[in-house]
């Protein structure tokens, strides 16, 4: 089973940055992963994207965020990054990593998310 465990979260002042990182683990092997996302849910709020990027590393990211963040991956440690700088206090959510996953050759490709690491920027 893949799992996706996130770090990085925490507490900063608005105008601070952070650094989230997410990593695919599993006791088998990973055949392929496709895009990868990061999604945020404030909240009372419906989770929303933020950033995805693609295996070969095209990107789209929320208006809101546009020019603040950076999503990254390294397809060979199976990781990807979110790189947030200037952050508001309206940034502070809930943040999931988010990955298409095909595990093996042949299965079709599943959705899989991680735990949540929560970013708070104060005012």
């Known amino acids: 089973q893949v799992q996706l465990v996130e770090s990085g979260g925490g507490l900063v002042q608005a105008g601070g940055s952070l650094r989230l990182s997410c990593a695919a683990s599993t006791s088998g092997i990973i055949f392929k992963i496709n895009s990868m996302a990061w999604y945020r849910q404030a909240p009372g709020k419906q989770r929303e994207l933020v950033a995805t990027?693609?295996?070969?590393?095209?990107?789209i990211y929320a208006d809101s965020v546009k020019g603040r963040f950076t999503i990254t991956r390294d397809n060979a440690k199976k990781m990807v990054y979110l790189q947030m700088s200037s952050l508001k206090p309206e940034d502070t959510a809930v943040y999931y990593c988010?990955?298409?996953?095909?595990?093996?050759?042949?299965?079709?490709?599943?959705?899989?998310w991680g735990q949540g690491t929560q970013v708070t920027a104060s005012s």
């Open positions: 988010n990955a298409n996953i095909q595990e093996t050759w042949g299965l079709p490709a599943r959705d899989y």
């Open positions: 990027i693609t295996r070969t590393g095209s990107t």
